[in-house]
């Protein structure tokens, strides 16, 4: 029985918990390939699934958009140096969006005159032989490593995915070259109990006296969050915080994950760290958020408390960095919140129970009611029947399933579209994370495959901006999409063109030349407009529900359709021509500020 470097490699991701591989197969793999088949002859579902993607970008989202929601690593295959490259910005997304993610590439062989098998046979090995191949993403990875020898790959691969699953959680990078993957080796087993990643790390005591009394005693406390989500049992917790400060209001600042729902009479909603309560707050934690605030367009008062609890306080990856904190902690959102709800329960539970607090219980009550009336007369239609992105969200919040899953990458569409879906249960709103669009794409098809193969089967829907949706690489998504069966709603919001470069330069330039023309002087138009459904359909072989809604009535007509026909296992996608604001300019006023 031939036992490989690339069969132990298999055997170490499936004993770590990785269910899924995302492939894009290439020269360097004729080990890899080998490996493969004999897995699923012998392994019989003990074995990784390997799922073919055409496009690497939407291999490392599949990966990304999987491993987020179910906490799960997983790993995605390419193609030695280009390969790498073709990651592009998903390894950004990972890396900033935390996602723990195994990348294995190959190396072109070492070996030129058929010294070992696995030398070179090709052309091609000559010309993607480079002198570190881990560097191109380095940066971007809690780890990279090259295999060199076959006899220590599981220990290998298990030193990765413990830097992978340890908080800051991320993306890690192996490779290794033909020869070394070709090594025959004696089948062996580690031993996994050795091999978990870092454990949860907690307040000090004098951290939660210091912050619980600061709360006790703040007239408007603030909590601002931002991957805290990510760990469904830590919504609870942050619920309960403010449940017991009543009065305490909540920021989500979109690190990718809901973080607090908004049936809450504390959620103030999801704004990318732009919010008055920000200016007035005298209290404010800062809890696992990387931009809690944007300086030059919002801070905090003079004088105001601020505490920051972060997994990767310091922003080791980020070279400029800092926030006006007192105190800054290295610990897991979820311990921290029960260390200081524990201590709350203790130590205050007279004064929390004072008229004081209970007074503020009923403003807060009162300040959320007006705050939904006032998202819901925003989705609105004109008088020839035209909407925009509230109507849109509101429209998909009324009709779809209530346990969808929304993958977002609306860029300056997404607080409306936050506003209209006010989400409530954990794990139901993934946004990208990081600044790579095209993510949600492949994001969404990992998401679906993840509920699917978890045995939720879960409705999801991507809501994506249309230059984004270019960016997602379609033609790759959608047949993958068909391949593999994994239906999915996409809403494209078609503003005509990328209009947050419009957004970014009306900050800086707000009077300037560029704010006097349109989107085809500032070179960020698409029209003619493409046929985003048109494209998806094709990828698909044209086994797929496509459809444009450019009035209210057409949108009524075709989005129960498009639900419809995903609920009944073939994806749609519905281009939805947005108007006013929201289509001019690409959110108008309120995007410019949220």
């Known amino acids: 029985m031939v036992y490989t470097a690339s069969f132990a490699f298999f055997e170490a991701i499936w004993e770590a918990g990785v269910t899924h591989c995302f492939v894009n197969l290439g020269s360097d793999h004729p080990s890899i390939i080998e490996a493969i088949v004999k897995g699923q002859n012998e392994k019989k579902g003990q074995f990784p699934k390997i799922i073919t993607c055409p496009n690497e970008m939407v291999a490392l989202s599949m990966a990304d958009g999987y491993a987020r929601l179910t906490g799960k690593p997983q790993c995605v295959i390419v193609h030695v140096d280009v390969g790498t490259q073709g990651l592009g910005a998903a390894v950004h997304n990972a890396s900033c969006g935390r996602a723990p993610v195994l990348i294995f590439a190959g190396l072109s062989p070492f070996t030129i005159e058929g010294e070992m098998r696995g030398s070179r046979t090709e052309y091609i090995h000559w010309i993607q032989d480079v002198p570190d191949q881990k560097q191109i993403v380095a940066q971007y990875c809690r780890y990279t490593g090259e295999i060199k020898t076959g006899k220590n790959v599981k220990q290998m691969v298990h030193r990765a995915l413990s830097f992978a699953m340890s908080d800051p959680k991320g993306p890690v990078y192996l490779c290794g070259a033909r020869e070394v993957m070709e090594e025959d080796l004696t089948p062996y087993t580690l031993e996994s109990e050795y091999w978990h990643p870092i454990e949860p790390a907690a307040l000090p005591q004098s951290g939660i006296e210091t912050i619980a009394e600061a709360l006790v005693n703040a007239q408007e406390p603030l909590v601002v969050a931002g991957f805290t989500g990510r760990n469904h049992a830590a919504v609870q917790e942050l619920v309960n915080l403010a449940d017991n400060v009543k009065g305490l209001r909540v920021l989500d600042t979109g690190g990718s994950d809901m973080c607090f729902p908004a049936n809450h009479r504390a959620w103030l909603g999801l704004r990318y760290g732009i919010e008055p309560t920000i ?23 003079d004088g105001a408390k601020v505490y920051h609890i972060d997994v990767d306080p310091l922003k080791q990856q980020m070279p400029v960095y800092y926030i006006k904190a007192l105190r800054r902690y290295r610990a897991d959102a979820q311990t921290s919140l029960s260390q200081l709800n524990a201590y709350l329960a203790s130590n205050f539970k007279e004064k929390l129970s004072s008229n004081l607090f209970s007074d503020r219980w009923t403003a807060l009550q009162e300040a959320h009611k007006k705050k939904l009336e006032t998202i819901a007369a925003e989705a609105k239609v004109d008088e020839k029947g035209h909407f925009g992105t509230p109507y849109v969200a509101q429209q998909l919040k009324k009709l779809c399933p209530n346990d969808t899953i929304w993958a977002i990458e609306a860029v300056t569409q997404t607080a409306f579209v936050a506003d209209q879906l006010q989400v409530t249960l954990p794990g139901s709103w ?18 679906k495959l993840a509920t699917d193969y978890e045995g939720k089967k879960q409705f999801v829907c991507q809501i994506v901006g249309d230059g984004t949706y270019l960016f997602s690489v379609p033609g790759s998504v959608y047949w993958i999409s068909k391949r593999y069966n994994i239906p999915i709603l996409t809403i494209v919001l078609n503003n005509k063109g990328w209009n947050a470069p419009r957004k970014s330069m009306l900050l800086v330039h707000p009077d300037g030349e560029g704010s006097k023309v349109d989107n085809k002087e500032l070179n960020i138009s698409f029209e003619p407009t493409p046929d985003y459904s048109g494209i998806a359909k094709a990828s698909a072989g044209g086994e797929i529900w496509a459809a444009h809604a450019s009035t209210a009535e057409e949108l009524g007509r075709l989005l129960p359709e498009a639900i419809k026909s995903v609920l009944n296992g073939t994806t749609a996608v519905l281009d939805a021509h947005l108007e006013g604001p929201e289509g001019k300019y690409g959110g108008g006023k309120a995007a410019l500020v949220g």
């Open 279 to 301: 200016k007035s707050a005298d209290v404010i934690i800062v809890l696992d958020c990387d931009v809690p605030w944007i300086n030059t367009q919002c801070h905090p008062k």
């Open 430 to 447: 993934l946004n990208c994370g990081g600044g790579g669009l095209g993510w949600s794409g492949g994001g969404a098809l990992g998401i």
